[in-house]
């Protein structure tokens, strides 16, 4: 089972780098699974201006970072979305990093980390609907962290609930992600 943890904010001073890092490290002491921390600045993708669904394409993407991010999501069987809630709604950058894709997403496993002012409880909850249309298993644990009270001069500060927040959340991810496989 390979897992990746992707930071779905690309905007200059995010926050999502040191949320996803501190994830991450959480993840990677388990052996249960392997675990990838996967930064979405780091493909540059463009916005998707395809002729056809991407979904339909076969993934015979014609441009290279898009190739390059298939390529990425597909290694994986299950995944944590870090992400912001922006405008109380998902991050148009990462929305359109899965819009770009098709069944690399397909019957797999997404577990959430958010943060905002309100945890970024909205964004999920936009992501819950979003994820259906690829039959992904959406678990119900989550971690939502508060950025008022968690981020301070720019540093992440995690509450005390949090490390075991996200050892719920992995303990439920990874047997969903395996179980997941089996439809695959
Ligand atoms: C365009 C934009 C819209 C935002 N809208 C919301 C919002 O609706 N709810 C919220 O809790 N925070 C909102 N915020 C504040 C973000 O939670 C905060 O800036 C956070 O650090 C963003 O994550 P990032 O730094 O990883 O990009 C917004 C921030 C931006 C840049």
Redesign the pocket.
């Known amino acids: 089972m390979k897992i990746g943890i992707i930071?779905?904010?690309?905007?200059q001073?995010?926050?999502?780098?040191q949320?996803g890092e501190w994830v991450a490290a959480r993840a990677e002491v388990r052996t249960d699974a392997t675990f990838e921390l996967v930064d979405l600045a780091d493909f540059n993708l463009p916005f998707m201006t395809s002729p056809v669904p991407p979904a339909a394409l076969g993934k015979q993407y014609p441009e290279p970072e898009i190739q390059a991010w298939s390529k990425k999501i597909d290694e994986f069987d299950g995944f944590i979305l870090?992400t912001?809630?922006?405008?109380?709604?998902v991050?148009a950058a990462f929305k359109n990093a899965v819009d770009v894709l098709g069944s690399e997403w397909m019957k797999k496993a997404v577990g959430f980390v958010s943060?905002?002012?309100?945890?970024?409880v909205?964004?999920v909850e936009n992501w819950r609907v979003i994820l259906a249309n690829f039959n992904i298993y959406d678990i119900r644990n989550a971690v939502s962290i508060n950025?008022f009270t968690e981020?301070s001069d720019g540093a992440f500060s995690p509450n005390e609930r949090r490390a075991a927040e996200v050892k719920d959340l992995l303990d439920t991810l990874v047997p969903a992600a395996r179980a997941m496989a089996t439809l695959r």
């Open positions: 930071v779905g904010s690309t905007r001073n995010r926050a999502g780098k949320i870090v912001p809630e922006y405008n109380h709604g991050p943060y905002g002012a309100d945890g970024g909205r964004a950025i981020m």
